[in-house]
C-alpha cells in the first residue's frame, strides 16, 4: 500500500534530478518506488490510527495508576493512624 508521503518523496527526488537523468526517469521512478516501498515493509512501523489507540490506551492505564497509588497511599496513612505506637 502506498502512502502519499511516499508519492511525494519520490516526486522531489525524481524532480531534483538533473535533466540528463529524464529520460530514464519512469525506470528510475519505478526502482524508486519499489525500494522505498521494500524498505518501509521490513520496518516495524504501525499506523497512525494504531499508534493512537495505543496512546489513549496507556493514557487510561496511567490515569488507573495514578487513582491506585492514591488508594495506597491513603490506606497507609489510615494504618499508621490506627496502629498503636510502640511503647
Same mark, same amino acid.
Given at each position: 500500500m502506498q502512502t502519499p508521503d511516499i508519492e511525494q518523496l519520490v516526486d522531489r527526488i525524481m524532480n531534483a534530478l538533473p535533466q540528463g537523468f529524464q529520460e530514464m526517469k519512469q525506470e528510475a521512478? +519505478? +526502482?524508486? $518506488?519499489a525500494a522505498l +516501498? $521494500?524498505?518501509l515493509s521490513q520496518m516495524d512501523l504501525v499506523t497512525r490510527e494504531e499508534f493512537d489507540i495505543q496512546r489513549e490506551v496507556l493514557? $487510561?492505564?496511567r490515569s488507573k495508576l495514578?487513582?491506585?497509588e492514591q488508594q495506597v497511599a491513603a490506606l497507609e496513612q489510615?494504618?499508621?493512624?490506627t496502629e498503636p505506637t510502640p511503647k
Open positions: 521512478d +519505478q +526502482q524508486l $518506488r +516501498q $521494500r524498505t493514557l $487510561r492505564t495514578e487513582a491506585l489510615a494504618l499508621n493512624n
